[in-house]
């Protein structure tokens, strides 16, 4: 008798079957299975909760919950294959439903309601694992591997995710079950995990056993919502259908008969009009648990699809269809409702996100048209992937279905006279790329293989390099080989459409586009990638701003400004295609992430769709400012209003400028002097247009602008600062602005703006702070004890008003003495710097032309508007 596995349709429970009488086995017999059950178990063999014993008179079934054998009633496989014959045709729709659709208990549901709408005769149904949860069946195996026994609280995790969803979703009977089922398997995978852990080491086939519960649980799960409406479900563990060969890493092929086969007999026991299968997982030809490898829940649709020879298979995913583009890269890509299959197929193999190649190779055989459809929005039509579709004579454009791209490539060139009519030649070249394990994406070869040029991934360009000089060496040396030649940061762009080969005039209407678009992106390269670090006051007000001019700057300037990433001290937000500013402060309540400076800093410096990528950095924050160097060597344009940088250690600041001045990549700073004034680029275009600076004199504080601007008359000195303070001008702690640190980082900024070589501990700063409240522990402590000094501020102010002056708080850059100073100083009441009102600024440039009368600017020198203004 050959042996048969029956799938238990109650998980965690023997199956009745009457009351039959137990085989008799002899004490050999019952050693010998329960030594192979042992082993097949170790092995990775045990398919839920029922095993495949030879040579036995009937069935056995493990009780999961008991770890034992329980034998039930002897059937042939000629009475199992008897009770039901698989029916094959357009009866059948397939549906797969990925991760993210089955993501939560009301997706789960969602998913039943449109199995349970759908009219067809019969539905099988491909389902994924639970949203993100492949991933952490695949941690767990790895903490297990590495001795890191916190595999137990990441299993925990899994366990608490499907118990919670069940008990969302399900209830009575269909709950205490699943539950039942959950209890065994993760006990179970307890103790393969612990037996893994003790070894330090985890084969293939143990991984993907212990990963594909997540199917089985998302499978178990679906069949009993939708048997909850009455409508009669099996549920299908399809490594007992499925049988692949591995063939490579990373890849297998479906053996389609014995599938079939094994496919016939499942149906044959459990003949459902409904059956919800698991995707991803499958069996070897000896049993042993694999799985499909990449895309595999779509693999698993079109092979069961091929096999019944389904009327339609349908991917459900999270968009409405397949794109003309690449819509992050172009926002005028449209759904496209039709595609054949090779241009589907050739769109997937030049980097589209439509289908892998594999996943359409068993339907086109039966031309079953596989649909892309959007589970979030069942109105759309979706995208029909079949064969020609007819009516599709267009004119000329209209033969290009779609674009799609590879990026993060490099291109070789091997090149030499010598190679001409040698033969061999280009089999040495592919020979040692394939012993380096490279892809190649494409090649082009000159004729008599003068040279061979190919593409490559990126990543693999150093390796593959190398292995040619090595093979070529000698070559190289004698000259028969002039280079071997690397090309850094290539992309591949394909044009899709199947009538194209059959059309005249194709290419040359590519490349007349493709050369205007070339032209203007060498003349403006006016897509803008944007960074924003710090969404605070001025953050804040920037983002506004850029809101409200986006579209005016794309209309007017044809500058297309995306912000990619905003991030604070302790979240951020990140997008591929840029963030809807009029919704960005919600986003970053609701799908922020935690904050993380190195992973916000790559999606920005990685993202090969822009040009140009800037970073905004409104913060006031010292390590924020010490990545600058950084960022702008990675290519990173920087703006910022923070002074922390430039007013920072000397040796920073001048390695900052030189690499400024070396590269390709812009740092601007105009907002760390003056807010939204144009003091450093009037200092600049001084020295640039060979002027020279003999002293900069200012008021560089709106703060201390206003309060000595407000202090006249019998009014106290501390009532100024109070309502300084209320009326938003100071800091939290008013002994910020009144230290006179924020003056002296202005000056010292100015100064080596100028050429002076000073550190900020080099500049004398008059703090109006009083010693004794430097000390005070809070802000508050500090105003309360404010009043006492009074007197001394009224009789500082009646002396300078009895010589006919007023008290200013002014920074100087003494360039001539090469030194600069932070004080507070009298003026005559007709100096200009005696005339401000509010919290302006001015500042006073002496040079060698504006010698007499010193160039003066002057305007609000402080608010969130106006620097971010600045920024902007």
């Known amino acids: 008798m050959s ?60 009780d999961v919950s008991k770890n034992m ?145 997540g199917e089985l649980w998302s499978a178990q799960m679906l069949s009993l919502a939708i048997k909850k409406s009455g409508t009669p479900c099996s549920w299908m563990d399809t490594r007992e259908v499925l049988v692949v060969n591995p063939t490579g890493s990373n890849q297998v092929d479906p053996d389609y008969l014995e599938s079939e086969k094994r496919l016939e007999k499942w149906f044959s026991r459990q003949p459902a009009k409904t059956i919800i299968a698991t995707g991803f997982i499958a069996s070897t030809p000896e049993n042993i648990p694999t799985t499909l490898k990449r895309d595999g829940s779509d693999f698993s649709a079109a092979i069961i699809g091929s096999l019944v020879k389904a009327g339609q298979v349908t991917i459900w995913t999270d968009v409405d269809g397949v794109f003309s583009a690449d819509p992050r890269k172009v926002s005028e890509a449209v ?132 292995a ?94 995306r912000v990619m990433g905003i991030t604070g001290s302790r979240t951020m937000v990140l997008s591929d295609i840029g963030i809807d500013l009029a919704h960005w402060q919600q986003q970053l309540k609701t799908e922020a992430e935690l904050a993380n400076l190195d992973k916000f800093i790559h999606h920005l410096s990685e993202n090969q769709l822009f040009p140009n990528r800037v970073l905004v950095d409104c913060t006031a924050d010292t390590s924020v400012a010490s990545h600058y160097y950084d960022w702008l060597k990675k290519g990173i344009h920087v703006i910022t209003p923070n002074k922390k940088a430039n007013s920072g250690p000397l040796d920073r600041y001048l390695k900052l400028r030189t690499l400024q001045r070396a590269s390709y990549t812009h740092y601007f700073y105009e907002a760390t002097v003056g807010a939204g004034l144009p003091i450093i680029s009037t200092l600049r275009g001084l ?66 703006e100028s050429g002076l070589k000073l550190e900020l501990s080099d500049i004398p700063v008059r703090s109006l702070v009083p010693e004794a409240l430097r000390s005070c522990s809070t802000a508050d402590e500090y105003m309360q004890n404010l009043p006492s000094y009074d007197q001394d501020w009224a009789r500082e102010r009646k002396d300078a008003e009895a010589a006919g002056e007023v008290l200013r708080y002014v920074g100087v850059v003494d360039v001539v003495n090469k030194k600069g100073q932070v004080e507070l100083r009298r003026y005559k009441r007709d100096h200009p710097f005696a005339q401000l009102s509010g919290s302006d600024n001015i500042i006073a440039f002496t040079t060698s032309r504006y010698k007499e009368q010193p160039l003066i600017v002057r305007g609000p020198g402080a608010g969130a508007e106006v620097t971010a203004g600045e920024a902007f």
């Open 335 to 466: 759904i496209l409702s039709t595609l054949s299959y090779q241009e589907a197929w050739e769109m997937s193999y030049f980097g589209a996100n439509v289908l892998h190649p594999r996943t359409i190779i068993p339907v086109m055989k039966y031309n079953i048209p596989i649909v892309i459809r959007n589970m979030f929005n069942i109105s759309a039509p979706g995208t029909i992937i079949c064969q020609q579709p007819a009516n599709e004579d267009g004119d000329l454009e209209a033969c290009v279905k779609a674009f799609a791209t590879i990026d993060k490539l490099a291109l070789v060139n091997v090149e030499g006279t010598g190679m001409a009519g040698v033969p061999g030649t280009a089999s040495a070249i592919f020979g040692a790329v394939k012993d380096v394990g490279a892809n190649v994406i494409m090649i082009s070869q000159a004729s008599s293989e003068h040279s061979v040029c190919f593409a490559v991934p990126e990543k693999e360009v150093a390796a593959v390099s190398a």
């Open 687 to 752: 020295l640039e247009t060979g002027d020279k600076i003999l002293r900069i004199e200012g008021i560089f504080s709106g703060t201390l602008s206003y309060i000595f601007n407000n202090f006249e008359g019998t009014r106290a000195f501390s009532d100024v600062v109070v309502e300084a303070k209320e009326a938003g001008y100071t800091e939290p702690d008013p002994r910020e602005d009144l230290s006179g640190t924020d003056v002296a980082r202005k000056v010292i900024i100015l100064a080596r």
């Open 3 to 62: 042996s048969l596995a029956v799938a238990n349709p109650h998980p965690g429970a023997v199956v009745p079957a009457g009351r039959p009488r137990r085989p008799r086995l002899a004490a050999s017999e019952r050693d010998s299975i329960s030594q192979r059950w042992r082993c097949e178990k170790t092995q990775g063999r045990s398919f839920g909760s029922s095993v495949r014993i030879s040579h036995l008179p009937g069935r056995l079934y493990m």
């Open 468 to 561: 040619l000089h090595v093979r070529f060496r000698e070559a190289l040396s004698a000259g028969r080989l002039s280079k071997v030649e690397v090309i850094h940061n290539c992309s591949i762009l394909a044009a899709v459409g199947l009538r194209m080969a059959s059309t005249p005039g194709v290419s040359a209407t590519l490349l007349m586009h493709l050369q205007r678009q070339i032209l203007m992106f060498f003349l403006s390269k006016n897509t803008l990638a944007v960074g924003i670090i710090g969404p605070g006051l001025i953050g804040r007000t920037l983002l506004n701003q850029l809101k409200d001019q986006a579209a005016v700057l794309k209309e007017n300037m044809n500058i297309d400004l």
């Open 69 to 213: 054998l329980t034998p039930i009633a002897a059937v042939s496989v000629e009475q199992a294959e008897a009770s039901a014959h698989l029916p094959k045709g357009d009866m059948w729709s397939v549906h797969k439903f990925g991760g993210t659709c089955m993501g939560t208990s009301q997706r789960i549901q969602n998913v039943a309601d449109i199995v349970l709408h759908d009219p067809s005769e019969r539905k099988l149904v491909v389902v994924s694992a639970m949203s993100k949860v492949t991933d952490m069946m695949y941690n767990l195996v790895n903490k297990a591997q590495s001795r890191d026994d916190s595999y137990v609280i990441a299993l925990d995790e899994v366990f608490e995710k499907h118990m919670a969803t069940a008990k969302d979703l399900l209830g009575g009977e269909d709950l205490a079950r699943f539950l039942s089922q959950l209890h065994a398997d993760v006990s179970n995978l307890k103790a393969m995990l612990r037996a893994i852990y003790i070894a330090g080491h985890v084969t293939e086939s143990f991984s993907d056993f212990v990963v594909g519960h």
